[in-house]
């Protein structure tokens, strides 16, 4: 019995050593996908995210494959797609690789990406994916951000955001109209807090911004005091030091995740392949969480982000075909109820 | 004078000029047809976008079922009405406020003794370096009812009165100040080559200075002061980052901030935003048709075959209170925005709880240059820019040029049909121009798309009405006496435009070229669809910084394309000045 043991066990820990580069390997691609792809040397990257974070996200891949040079094209949004639309139609989509915020959007192009799955497809939570073709390389949640030197009582929690004592344009919101991101924020504040959340919080005089970025620079400049942000926008001011903090509320974060795909004219696809199996490894996402604020759709996260407890802190993620059919007249809504024109 | 009459009786003696009759419509024909492949055959993409639902690269031309859909959503919509008029107010009180600055330096710098006008008239051309997205930023550093700098100052110095640049009010001074350079470029030629004569003979006649001023100097100059204000107020109406960063904390929507929006939210609306950029287009038709109305049948010609300096009136003791002017307009326009620029360029955070934090020099550090210039993209970015400016500064400059002249100074047929092409491109926003170039160009054999040469030919189209405008107050300035002088030398038509147009037109061309140069370097709108990551230029980085929320990087780089434009405007300065001075020693 007792040699039986030691026979299994010699036998597993001979499997496990063998198994063990083999794994290192296979955590972001055979020995022949990396040496194809440092053959071909460089990829392009379309994004639709910041472009100081992808640069960030480059320059850690790089670490790990030297040899890849990644040139980036990034453009808002709406604008990246109408490119990569055009470019496609006429022969010259330019990117290997595409990363982008809106799943209906990229859902929309899946015809022009190849098949694809990461090395760890079956880590990732499965309502995070509307193709099997397209990847949430990047997931980034909201978080409630207040300014540390002008608001005494921070907010704790999504309905704090509709307490009186924050009224006069004490608060800022990014418009829901204005992209997905925000949609998902309001979806989730109607289906999850209740259908006069708006309404109460509207009520206490909002100040509304275009996007993001600017918002969160307003929050640091004392513009407004309380705003809620993406977190990866507000997370690497704090870490620089900028008068803020951003805490993660107990009713849910939303999530939004990415859909990145490799596109099936890709001129460097063994690059391509890598740089997402890359991107979306245990190691891609956790340097994503822990240097940009990013969060993961992975199901078991390797890492959280600071102040994220597991046991209190829940993920919310839209229904994709609610999140489609209820955008417009709910979006028209909000407008109504904030009184935003569009 | 000597040396060109020889030159010139030499040139009786030359053989056979070409046959001008075939010459010129042969010349008009090329014109035309570049002007066709610049501007008719993207605007043709865009009244395709705006006629219907389809992307014409996309869905091919099959798909094209024109409706009137859009236009008539547009037209309903209360939301671009308000915008429609807000834009309206914004603009029109700009350009009157841009009118008055303008005017009031142009006389200051060309027609008085105030003191240190060379180094005033350098200055007061600065703001027509800055993007109007860092001007709209740095205004909102300054004016912010909350936290802007002006109003922390005012708060230290107990003072109750508060700024509030988030409003129309504040869009209008903003729009005012950063486009009177537009109005003084035109008005300071115009003064400049305006013969003093008919003053003399007005002041002879009894009239005060002020009279002669309002009676005889600024209705001699009334083309350039309409030109001036005309192209002020459409490229204010085409400005996106003012309106943007000022417009928008206050709920203000303008014209570009709509069609901003449209093609930013997903999906984006192209089809709706060509559609409000073809009634911009409609606007801006009426306006030129009225200007040409207004100055058809009139002659301005003020430059004469007769040698004359510009004359100086001599102010006395008023010539400091002009120069106090002077200063006071450069502190606002120059100073303050460009101190908001180094503070948040400087400072990590932009923080600023009061008046004595301002001075915590804890606070200040190179962090956000150093972050700047450790991203790859920036010195690749600075080279492109370069690059194109000058491609797009000499194409443009001879196209300007040559229809300039062939508009200004010949009668052959069509060149009104050149003339209105040229000018068709002043009213579609740059985002909205930007697609329709790229659904017009992608697909043309050869490789243009992803090179540096597409971004150059979009800046010269675009950017033609405004070369093509500074240029012709130049050719309508020279009389036709001189051109008729060399003619009868027997000097043949380029002969002419060689040894008297040019020279004579050189500081138009010079300015215009310039101009050409600097507008290259801004343009963010054309520059978002066309550039590829080899090719990407200044002010799509810029406008990365800016969409990163992060003020400081934005302040610290612009803060470095505002010095590589100063550096470069000083060299150009200096070369022209010199060639100026080589010249006169030749004559």
Known sequence: ?342 | MTATSVEALAAVNEVQRPPRRLAAPLWVAALLLLLTFLVIYPLLMLVFGALSDSNPIVDGFGAFKPSAKHFLEVLANPNVHLAFFNALAACGGGTILAVVIGLAFSWIVVRTNTPFKGFIAGASMIPLFVPPLVAGVAWGILGSPKTGLLNTALKWMNIDFRFDFYSMSGLIIVFGIYYAPYVYMFTASALKNMDPSLEEASEVAGASAFTTIFTITFPLIAPAILAGSLLSFVVMLGIYGVPAALGAPANINVLTTYIFKLTAWSPPLYNTAAAVAILLMAVTAILVWAQQRLLSGRSFATVAGKAFRPRSLNLGKWRWFTFGLALTYLFVVVVLPTLALIIAAFRKFLFIKDFDALFDMKQYSWVHFNSVFDNPLTMLSIWNTLKVGALTAVVGGALAFAIGYTVNRTNVAGRKSIDMLATLPIAIPGLVVGVAYLWAWIGLPGGLYGTLWILALAFVARFMPDTVKALSTSFMQIHKELEEAAWICGRGLLGTIRTIVLPLARPGVVASMTLLFVLAVRELGSSLFLYTSDTTVMAVLLLDYYEGGNVGKTAAFSLVQTLILAVLLGFTTWLSRDAAQGSARVG
């Open chain 1, 1 to 342: 019995m007792q040699r039986r043991t030691m026979t299994a066990t010699a036998i597993g820990l001979a499997l496990g050593l063998a198994a063990l580069p083999a794994m290192a390997q296979n955590e972001f691609g055979s020995k022949e996908l990396i040496a194809a792809a440092e053959k071909e040397g460089a990829l392009t990257y379309y994004t639709a995210n910041f472009a100081e974070t992808e640069q960030e996200v480059i320059k850690e891949f790089n670490k790990r494959f030297p040899k890849i040079k990644v040139s980036m094209v990034r453009a808002p949004g709406g604008q990246l797609i109408t490119r990569i639309k055009t470019e496609a139609a006429a022969g010259k989509l330019g990117a290997d690789v595409v990363n982008h915020s809106d799943r209906g959007l990229m859902l929309e192009l899946a015809d022009l990406f190849q098949d694809y799955a990461p090395p760890n497809a079956a880590d990732y939570r499965p309502d995070a994916l509307v193709s099997p073709k397209l990847w949430p390389g990047v997931t980034l949640g909201w978080a409630i951000a207040y300014n540390t030197a002008l608001v005494k009582n921070a907010p704790k929690t999504w309905m704090d955001l509709t307490k009186p004592e924050y009224k006069n344009k004490m608060i800022g919101q990014v418009v829901a109209p204005s992209g997905g991101t925000t949609w998902t924020r309001s979806m989730f504040e109607r289906q999850v807090l209740g259908e006069d959340y708006w309404k109460k919080q509207a009520e206490l005089g909002i100040a509304m911004y275009p996007s993001g970025a600017p918002l969160s620079d307003a929050l640091v400049r004392g513009e407004v005091t309380i705003a809620p942000l993406l977190y990866n926008i507000i997370y690497t001011k704090i870490v620089e030091g900028a008068p803020a903090e951003a805490i993660f509320a107990p009713e849910g974060v939303p999530i939004i995740p990415y859909a990145d795909g490799i596109t099936k004219t890709a001129k460097s696809p063994n690059a391509a392949k890598l740089f997402m199996n890359w991107r979306l490894s245990k190691e891609g996402q956790a340097f994503q969480i822990t240097k940009l604020g990013n969060i993961t759709s992975l199901k078991e996260p390797p890492a959280f982000p600071k102040g994220w407890d597991p046991k209190v802190v829940k993920v919310w993620v839209p229904n994709f075909e609610q999140f489609e059919k209820l955008r417009t007249p709910w979006i028209e809504e909000w407008n109504k109820t904030y009184g935003y024109r569009q």
